[in-house]
């Protein structure tokens, strides 16, 4: 191996040194235990894994006859999750000063074997991470409420990754709260047994998983229920000034009202004994319409930034009460200076920002200056776009490292969210996973690394014995280039699924006003809605996205679930195509034409939706499906009026 190769690694190392020489492994491993590492290798379970890790790879090259001596011993001065390796002649040699540090060198050597196989050159790793914590955010508040046996899977890849957060985003009925499960007969949430199950499981793979509820904004499944309506800011509504009648549902808690605390405070109750963290994520962003409706009074009185902080340390300190901290989004904050300067000292902000074209610069330096503890917390880029958009994906993310390491930054946290059903699957996201891993860890160093995060996926998370699949999931990203959308957070085809079938000009009137909407709901400006539809070089693009689709051949355990996901998101970007070609009449020159393409919409509609149903009931629970499909199902409905009618 040539001194200037690199490490087939995920995240890369901080500092790899040749040492000149190889050499191999052998099924015979003596051990040298430093005494106080004893109980420490007993915990990241080193003997097992590394046996698992032998045994997998001489399945594919074969064992040299000399024996393979490993020393493990504890060093004083490293980093706590800081590990080195040092593989010679003498044999396999692991430093490191906390438990957490050794779990990592083993996590090391998990995938060099794996990649590299039994033969390797001679090295010295000196490893450490960038930010103290590194996490992920999966949304399962909007619909799509994973199985317990794949967040277990999720938690295996995340150690892989050397993250050691996770939080499990939940606003609607997500937990079972024993005190309201009568208001959600349909849901199918996870219980306190579950989620300490769970708990333990992140908790032996040196992973933090931090409760999470929303408690203000975002309330709208709760809110639109008889039993809790009463407590919203808007009970009936919110008004939009729009050319016809329109109403924002009730979505923002009263926080006026003390019947919202009290809320909040039983949700807690039973919440949070289910876990071990020292931390609350009270979420408490996009508090839409607070401060005009039932706490408007108030707000003219104080202000919007001290109504919103009078609110949040009430949450606060029910946290408090239960011995943990809270962590917090900072939009409102942001936007509020004089709220800022209330953040009492042990609350962490968490700075979102998912346009790459927005930097978090201003941000983080406003943070900082005030002397706030923040984390920043980017986005994969994946929620209203069926397939991600991978620049987007891959500029926020890197921005968000930047600007967080100039800037203070605690930690960053990757944010996985489920708008608009949440139609992605879980390969969609994993790009998003791993650039933020390997940004988290060693920022500089795994900065534009496409091909190796590419390699990465394909080999190790995958296995896919093409070598295709991480390209694939980048390319298969990259649609949306040939929108020219002016759309934000999503693209232009997914919101043809969700909006159904309409002539373009009122189209492009509900996609103007959506954006004027949600920009002044946001205090901010818009442009109406702009489109470039590059219809041609689409189809061009899925003919190759299904070319490369037919190479994969993937080795993981659920490979077949996997590729079935992938072309089922395929053949769902390829419907709203056809709708765009139906909405704009392209190549059609008359009625026959138009009820041939609604004829062949419907037929794939119908095969989309089955396999939807079918792969979205293997991975996660019932509860929510209906909710995810309605739209499609509307769409399908749409198809079968136009052509009974005709």
Same mark, same amino acid.
């Given at each position: 191996?040539?001194?200037?190769?690199?490490?087939?690694?995920?995240?890369?190392?901080?500092l790899?040194?040749?040492?000149?020489?190889?050499?191999?492994?052998?099924?015979?491993?003596?051990?040298?235990?430093?005494?106080?590492?004893?109980a420490?290798?007993?915990?990241?379970?080193l003997?097992?894994?590394l046996?698992?890790a032998?045994?997998?790879?001489?399945?594919?090259?074969?064992?040299?006859d000399?024996?393979?001596?490993?020393?493990?011993?504890?060093?004083?001065?490293?980093?706590?999750?800081?590990?080195?390796?040092?593989?010679?002649?003498?044999?396999l040699?692991?430093?490191?000063?906390?438990?957490?540090?050794?779990?990592?060198?083993?996590?090391?050597?998990e995938?060099?074997l794996?990649?590299?196989?039994?033969?390797?050159?001679?090295?010295?790793?000196?490893?450490?991470?960038d930010?103290?914590?590194?996490?992920?955010?999966?949304?399962?508040?909007?619909s799509?409420?994973?199985?317990?046996?794949?967040?277990?899977q999720?938690?295996?890849?995340?150690?892989?990754?050397?993250?050691?957060?996770?939080?499990?985003?939940?606003?609607?009925?997500?937990?079972?709260?024993?005190?309201?499960?009568?208001?959600?007969?349909?849901?199918?949430?996870?219980?306190?047994?579950?989620?300490?199950?769970?708990?333990?499981?992140?908790a032996?793979?040196?992973?933090?998983?931090?409760?999470?509820?929303?408690?203000?904004?975002?309330?709208?499944?709760?809110?639109?229920?008889?039993?809790?309506?009463?407590?919203?800011?808007?009970?009936?509504?919110?008004?939009?000034?729009?050319?016809?009648?329109?109403?924002f549902?009730?979505?923002?808690?009263?926080?006026?009202?003390?019947?919202s605390?009290?809320?909040?405070?039983?949700?807690?109750?039973e919440?949070?004994?289910a876990?071990?963290?020292?931390?609350?994520?009270?979420?408490?962003?996009?508090?839409?319409?607070?401060?005009?409706?039932k706490?408007?009074?108030?707000?003219?009185?104080?202000?919007?930034g001290p109504?919103?902080?009078?609110y949040?340390?009430?949450?606060?300190?029910?946290?408090?009460?239960?011995?943990?901290?809270?962590?917090?989004w900072?939009?409102?904050?942001?936007?509020?200076?004089?709220a800022?300067?209330?953040?009492?000292?042990?609350?962490?902000?968490l700075?979102?920002?998912y346009d790459?074209s927005?930097?978090?610069?201003?941000?983080?330096?406003?943070?900082?200056?005030?002397?706030i503890?923040?984390?920043?917390?980017?986005?994969?880029?994946?929620?209203?776009?069926?397939?991600?958009?991978?620049?987007?994906?891959?500029?926020?993310?890197?921005?968000?490292?930047i600007?967080g390491?100039?800037?203070?930054?605690?930690?960053?946290?990757?944010?996985?969210w489920?708008?608009?059903?949440?139609?992605?699957?879980?390969?969609?996201?994993?790009?998003?996973?791993?650039?933020?891993?390997?940004?988290?860890?060693?920022?500089?160093?795994? =900065?534009?690394?496409?091909?190796? =995060?590419?390699?990465?996926?394909?080999?190790?998370?995958?296995?896919?014995?093409?070598?295709?699949?991480?390209?694939?999931?980048?390319?298969?990203?990259r649609?949306?280039?040939?929108?020219n959308?002016?759309?934000?957070?999503?693209?232009?085809l997914?919101?043809l699924?969700?909006?159904?079938?309409?002539?373009?000009e009122?189209l492009?009137?509900?996609?103007?006003?959506?954006?004027?909407?949600?920009?002044?709901?946001?205090g901010?400006?818009?442009?109406?809605?702009?489109?470039?539809?590059?219809?041609r070089?689409?189809?061009?693009?899925?003919?190759?996205?299904?070319?490369?689709?037919?190479?994969?051949?993937?080795?993981?355990?659920?490979?077949?679930?996997?590729?079935?996901?992938?072309?089922?998101?395929?053949?769902?970007?390829?419907?709203?195509?056809?709708?765009?070609?139906?909405?704009?009449?392209?190549?059609?020159?008359?009625?026959?034409?138009?009820?041939?393409?609604?004829?062949?919409?419907?037929?794939?509609?119908?095969?989309?939706?089955?396999?939807?149903n079918?792969?979205?009931?293997?991975?996660?629970?019932?509860?929510? =499906?209906?909710?995810?499909?309605?739209?499609?199902?509307?769409?399908?409905?749409q198809?079968?009026?136009? =052509?009974?009618?005709?």
């Open positions: 191996m040539k001194q200037e190769q690199l490490m087939p690694l995920y995240p890369m190392p901080r790899v040194k040749w040492l000149g020489g190889q050499r191999s492994w052998s099924a015979s491993v003596t051990y040298d235990i430093q005494e106080r590492a004893v420490d290798m007993e915990r990241v379970r003997n097992g894994r046996e698992q032998l045994a997998d790879s001489s399945r594919q090259a074969a064992y040299t000399t024996p393979v001596h490993i020393r493990v011993s504890l060093k004083e001065g490293l980093h706590q999750e800081g590990y080195v390796l040092q593989w010679d002649e003498t044999g040699h692991i430093e490191y000063s906390q438990p957490a540090g050794l779990n990592y060198a083993v996590v090391t050597l995938q060099l794996s990649r590299q196989g039994l033969t390797w050159s001679c090295f010295r790793i000196e490893d450490e991470p930010y103290p914590v590194r996490g992920l955010m999966l949304d399962i508040g909007r799509k409420i994973p199985k317990l046996t794949e967040l277990f999720l938690i295996d890849q995340m150690e892989r990754l050397k993250l050691n957060h996770l939080q499990l985003y939940m606003e609607g009925y997500c937990f079972e709260y024993e005190q309201h499960k009568t208001a959600f007969p349909e849901s199918t949430p996870m219980t306190a047994e579950e989620f300490r199950r769970l708990d333990a499981y992140a032996s793979r040196f992973i933090d998983l931090v409760p999470n509820q929303n408690c203000l904004g975002h309330m709208g499944d709760w809110l639109s229920k008889p039993a809790y309506r009463e407590l919203a800011e808007h009970p009936d509504g919110m008004p939009i000034e729009a050319p016809f009648r329109l109403t549902p009730p979505t923002t808690l009263n926080p006026v009202d003390p019947r605390l009290d809320l909040i405070r039983g949700m807690f109750d919440l949070l004994p876990f071990t963290s020292d931390w609350v994520n009270i979420n408490l962003d996009e508090p839409f319409g607070l401060g005009s409706g706490s408007k009074e108030r707000c003219a009185a104080i202000g919007l109504l919103y902080m009078e949040a340390e009430g949450v606060i300190e029910i946290v408090r009460s239960h011995g943990k901290r809270a962590m917090m900072g939009d409102v904050l942001t936007r509020h200076p004089e800022a300067r209330r953040i009492p000292d042990d609350v962490t902000i700075d979102w920002n790459s927005i930097s978090f610069a201003e941000h983080c330096s406003m943070l900082q200056k005030n002397g503890s923040y984390y920043v917390c980017p986005g994969t880029s994946s929620w209203s776009s069926l397939s991600g958009r991978t620049d987007n994906m891959l500029n926020n993310i890197a921005d968000a490292a600007q390491r100039k800037h203070g930054a605690g930690g960053l946290i990757v944010t996985d489920g708008d608009n059903g949440h139609w992605q699957v879980p390969a969609i996201s994993y790009p998003g996973y791993a650039y933020a891993a390997g940004l988290s860890w060693y920022t500089e160093g795994n =900065l534009q690394r496409e091909n190796e =995060l590419e390699s990465y996926l394909s080999e190790y998370v995958f296995k896919d014995a093409s070598g295709e699949i991480g390209h694939f999931l980048m390319e298969l990203g649609y949306y280039h040939l929108e959308s002016s759309l934000d957070n999503g693209t232009y997914s919101a699924l969700t909006r159904g079938l309409k002539s373009r009122q492009e009137k509900e996609l103007s006003l959506f954006l004027r909407i949600f920009a002044e709901l946001n901010e400006t818009a442009n109406p809605f702009q489109l470039d539809f590059q219809y070089d689409i189809l061009d693009w899925l003919e190759k996205r299904k070319e490369q689709l037919e190479r994969l051949d993937l080795q993981a355990p659920d490979a077949n679930v996997i590729t079935d996901e992938l072309r089922n998101t395929l053949r769902l970007i390829e419907q709203a195509v056809g709708i765009h070609r139906y909405m704009c009449r392209i190549d059609m020159t008359g009625a026959e034409d138009e009820r041939r393409c609604l004829i062949g919409l419907k037929a794939d509609l119908e095969t989309a939706l089955d396999e939807f079918r792969l979205w009931r293997i991975r996660n629970r019932e509860g929510g =499906l209906a909710a995810s499909n309605t739209a499609l199902y509307r769409l399908l409905a198809y079968e009026e136009i =052509l009974t009618a005709q």
